[in-house]
């Protein structure tokens, strides 16, 4: 197979011990194995082939994402495979499914939100998939605001049974995955009323299609919203939309582990704390933090190894000409996204860490740290996946007119990506959240309330707010406390000025309407400084393997020293660093990038993608592209025949001038 | 058609004429109406109909683009249109197809580089479109370096013949538009060899395909490369390969206006200076510069008005809610590119001024003034591709959830507008041609060389380089010369540093390499002063109708405070403007978009895009968006059937449980 490697010299060139890496960048030893393996059995199986998806019809393209789907799921019973093999099996799968909504949504808001029996009775269920479900919030009128949905469910004491009813066409369920053509059941949020009174929204189960012939029950309407962007992408999955006339439910499938409905229709809530609900959304956001890194890091690895293999100019004496990757416009715009990847990378594992310590905080009934976790997991979904998508199609760019083709793997990568910005809470509404949590911890600095977690820098607000950076040299930006000073004073200084100009406002409401914009920056610079201190805490710690330490260190200094470049403006005008303190970070910026130069084809290996994964002719591992790039174009339909259809039609009139008489 | 109008309270509440705007944005009136006129034949073509672009396969897109052509081609004879109804006409067809190569590439290299034999031939057979022609000059190997293609076409005195050959598999012909299918002839762009001499890349008109048939002639074997970014945009269009097996063209087939090759095999260069051929570059990144400001207008009218449609949050006492273009970080996002868009037509309508003042000169064998438009259009064509494509990405994603979907028109345009900043010159090395002239500029300055066209400010270095701006308040904003004064210094300063650090280096040209990263922002900076420059000098020139002066100077000054803010680093790095003056600045923003708020509908309107144009669901004129969500989501195919196709196959063993024994 790897009978040709067109870039090993690149892989020799490497100062580190790339096996090592691959630990590090898995997490574990046992993570790499697990993911290793699932990797290679999902290449190897034939079923899960997905070249051609870029010229299937949207019908073949949804049954052929079906016959994956159940083809994955039988693996992993048959194999039994845990539910970590599991997950990684579905994501090795690359393809949007229903899988990915019923175990990622609507299995875990049960858990979440239901009671013990109706856990017992559900899971049971879902957990052997003799159910689908999906999960059914968003409206064609609301998506971002959750309060505002319409859809009701009016409790029938006569019946006891909830009729669940959209009132207009804007209170249709529109978009859940899963939804359109698959799920027989969904989690539907509704607002919940009794005695005519309105309780706000609260999730259902509700079925919605019969499990004998799988046609909608009466009552129910719903089909699919459409294409989406790309040719594959997010068309493999059946987003939905939905209507209820009046269709009846049990009382018992309102989730009741918040609040219920009592038989007489009396609304109680439950001593369970609604502060659980947050956990799982410090969960899925961290879970697509990870995501970020490893899409960032595909994207990176295609654009990486094709630098290396696209040459370009330069060529003295009939010689070879310059690898592109070696222009530094190419590695100004490459190697912080490289670098980028790994500080998702280890931002996410942080994140998973933070999980941990939420929800055993959590059970122990201690709800302190939950605001802080939440608003840090708001922010890092929000700035990792806008960093994401952007970093996607500028690295499709960086692969010139060949990244164009859907066979470069990069416009599919951006295609499917893109909802991760809107999807799970709009980037911008998230980064408002996240602002308004800083407003109000620095409006708590001077009561004496001590900031913690991601906040604690800003306990030492009085230092911050004056402190000059002492950056003399080039070198002084790998000092790990001179970088962490200059962007904790930056986000402070930010924050507390958003603080200041808000007390001018007489009503805070509208002062902070009025300074959305800057409330956003701030809150960009606090989370840029959870990623740059988590990746600086990851290299000033403990990290085995040969030279690896020292290649970690390069990429936690271009990260930082690349935002710092990009967010210039921020650091001046805050007096955080000094022009030429700015300067001499460029400086040391450029020497760092030599630095990653003959590692960085190395780099990218240490994801351990296989071909399938990536999906890329310009990123295979071989780097052998050329031949390649025809093998991929001659399956094109099109090219079936050498006269295209159509030419006797237009084409031959039109040369022949006969196109008036022609039947046009 | 428009019974409803949900933007209708928009509207009226717009401060200027909005038909006098019309004009502003057409250029003129007489532009305006052919405008306005062939964009409704086209909508009102059912020919024309794009709506099912996403569904259909790769054959039938090409099929039906076909038919499209070759009926615009129709109409354009039947109507006699004129050249500008039939440009016009082509573009509201808003698909890729052969005639774009054809009357863009193909025609032009001939009318530039053929003798007046070679044109008159030529010519007037494809004036005709008896022969279809396509621009073969991008290999497999070599796009961005011209010099380095491989094709050869040795002459063979002999048979007076040159022949044409493909020596290796990366000197195949990748990427031309209209090669794959379809054209019957191509300019080819090949490495001209006499007497075993190498004279570098010329081009030659080279028949493919068999008049008779369309099969490919003996020695040439053509295809298509396959699919591209998204599911209809550039598919639409057979993007092809070619190789050539000693393929013979009798000798006359060179494009000989420039250069030639006698009978006896010897070549000669012709007394037309070569310069001529720059000529055709300017024009052809001029109307790339006005195809970005069509092409950001669309997206941004579709985010405006959709932003005026859509609420979320905000609702008091049951009220309606907040429409999200109240937002101001929606504003801060959305209003910026607005006013881009109208910065790219400005500077569009001075680069089509330009270029007739350049054709004039050129004709007077006066070269002086090429190599600054030269540079200026490379860097416009760059700066404006980019900001174009990131800025349809932000308009999807203003639009949230229903951004993604295809239907709202965005995913299509992004993904047909992108390789704009590829095509005609990859962007990074357009903007280091541009900084190579910059930094010969700079130099030249002290030898008293005077600079001129865009960069004469540089002739004021001994100013620039050492004032302060007078900025005091916000309003001072507002004053054309202080806000150019700022780009000045900022762009001037930039140059000279970049210069400076150039001179340290004992070679040049390895000081030019490592810097490339410093240079591509010095050239960046070049260029928004121009768009900036071009802007004030319109808004300051004699504008008609009712407010509408007003509103572009709004526009005008929110483009470049924008741009302020976001380069907020080079400016104080430069020392251009103050952290105070900077915070200023961004204050006055927020003022403008406030006046803008009110005008924003009306200043989209001014586009005149009609429906069929926009292609989009939320963008349309009347603003009934929810509703036609529904019409097009019930139109896809997968919405057929009720029941799936592939229920029983997959769905229903799974739920049965039945997956094991079923045949996956
Ligand atoms: C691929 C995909 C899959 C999805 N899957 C599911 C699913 O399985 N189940 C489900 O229930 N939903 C799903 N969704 C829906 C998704 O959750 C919503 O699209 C998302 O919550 C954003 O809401 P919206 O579309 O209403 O955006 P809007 O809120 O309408 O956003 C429009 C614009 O307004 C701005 N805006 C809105 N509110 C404010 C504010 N207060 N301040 C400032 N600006 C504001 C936003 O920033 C944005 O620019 C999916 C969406 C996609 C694209
Ligand atoms: C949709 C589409 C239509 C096209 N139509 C035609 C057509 O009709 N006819 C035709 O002949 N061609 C056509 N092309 C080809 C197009 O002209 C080339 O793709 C383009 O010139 C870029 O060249 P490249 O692909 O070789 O990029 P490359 O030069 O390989 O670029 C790869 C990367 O290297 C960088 N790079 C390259 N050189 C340098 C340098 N000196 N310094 C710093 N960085 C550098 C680039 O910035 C880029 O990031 C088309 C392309 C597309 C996408």
Redesign the pocket.
């Known amino acids: 197979m790897e009978r040709v490697d067109h870039l090993a010299d690149e892989r020799n060139k490497a100062e580190f011990n790339v096996d090592d890496m691959k630990i590090v960048w898995a997490g574990s030893r046992h993570a790499f194995d697990v993911s290793n393996r699932i990797s290679r059995l999902v290449a190897n199986d034939p079923i899960f082939e997905k070249s051609k998806r870029a010229v299937m019809s949207r019908k073949e393209l949804f049954k052929n994402t079906l016959r994956k789907s159940v083809h994955a799921w039988k693996m992993i019973n048959e194999l039994r495979l845990s539910d970590e093999e599991g997950i990684k099996l579905r994501s090795f799968m690359d393809q949007p499914g229903f899988l990915d909504?019923h175990w990622r949504?609507f299995v875990p808001a049960i858990k979440g939100q239901g009671t013990e029996d109706q856990q017992h009775k559900w899971l049971s269920l879902a957990n052997k998939m003799q159910i689908i479900g999906?999960?059914?919030?968003?409206e064609l009128g609301?998506?971002?605001?959750v309060q505002g949905l319409e859809t009701t469910a009016t409790f029938d004491p006569k019946t006891d049974q909830f009729i669940i009813h959209s009132p207009t066409q804007t209170s249709s369920k529109w978009?859940?995955?899963g939804l359109g053509k698959v799920s027989t059941h969904a989690v539907v949020y509704a607002r919940l009323i009794t005695n005519g009174k309105d309780h706000g929204v609260h999730g259902f189960i509700v079925q919605l299609r019969s499990l004998d012939d799988h046609s909608p029950l009466p009552g129910i309407t719903v089909g699919d919203i459409g294409m989406?962007f790309g040719n594959g992408a997010?068309n493999s999955m059946d987003?939905g939309f939905l209507m209820f006339d009046h269709f009846r439910i049990p009382r018992d499938q309102m989730l009741m582990r918040l609040s219920k409905v009592t038989r007489e229709g009396k609304y109680v809530a439950s001593d369970v704390p609604r502060q659980l609900v947050y956990g799982t959304m410090v969960y899925v956001r961290q879970s697509i933090v990870s995501n970020a890194s490893t899409a960032l890091a595909r994207a990176v690895c295609i654009a990486t190894r094709y630098s290396a293999v696209r040459r370009q100019f330069g060529s003295q004496d009939g010689g070879m000409e310059t690898q592109v990757i070696d222009y530094k416009t190419q590695q100004n715009r490459l190697f912080p996204l490289l670098a980028s990847a790994y500080a998702f990378r280890f931002v996410g594992e942080w994140l998973k860490w933070l999980y941990t310590d939420v929800t055993q905080r959590l059970e122990a009934s201690d709800f302190a740290t939950l605001p802080e976790a939440h608003a840090c997991t708001a922010g890092l979904k929000s700035m990792t996946t806008s960093a994401t998508s952007d970093g996607i199609e500028e690295c499709r760019k960086l692969c010139g007119g060949h990244g164009y083709l859907w066979c470069s793997g990069l416009p599919e990568l951006f295609a499917v990506y893109v909802?991760a910005c809107?999807?799970?809470?709009?980037n911008?509404?998230l980064q408002?959240q996240v602002a308004r949590f800083l407003m109000k911890t620095v409006s708590q600095l001077s009561s004496g309330k001590t900031p913690s977690g991601t906040t604690a820098y800003m306990g030492r607000a009085k230092h911050l707010l004056q402190c000059r950076s002492g950056v003399r040299n080039a070198e002084d930006w790998l000092n790990p406390g001179m970088v962490l000073e200059a962007f904790e004073a930056r986000a402070l200084r930010m924050a507390v000025t958003c603080a200041n100009n808000l007390s001018k406002f007489e009503n805070q409401e509208q002062g902070f309407s009025e300074l959305?914009a800057d409330l956003v920056e701030a809150a960009t610079a606090h989370c840029q400084l959870i990623v740059v201190s988590k990746f600086i805490a990851k290299v000033e710690g403990n990290i085995e393997g040969k030279g690896v330490k020292k290649q970690l260190k390069n990429l936690c200094y271009i990260y930082a020293l690349y935002l710092l470049h990009k967010h210039l403006g921020d650091f001046l005008s805050t007096n955080s660093v000094t022009p030429e303190q700015g300067s001499l970070a460029n400086r040391q910026l450029r020497s760092l990038y030599s630095q990653v130069r003959p590692n960085a084809v190395a780099l990218v290996d240490a994801f351990d993608y296989t071909d399938h994964y990536l999906g890329s002719v310009l990123g295979r591992y071989d780097g052998n592209v050329y031949p390649k790039l025809f093998e991929e174009a001659l399956k094109d339909p099109l090219n079936d025949s050498v006269v295209p259809d159509g030419y006797h039609e237009y084409i031959r009139p039109l040369i022949k001038q006969r196109f008036r008489s022609a039947k046009l």
Do not use: F, I, R
């Not at 999906?134 to 968003?138: E, N, S």
């Not at 609301?142 to 605001?145: A, D, E, L």
């Open positions: 909504l949504m999906c999960y059914a919030q968003t609301h998506g971002s605001n978009w859940p995955g989406k997010y987003n909802p809107t999807y799970e809470g709009d911008v509404v408002l959305l």
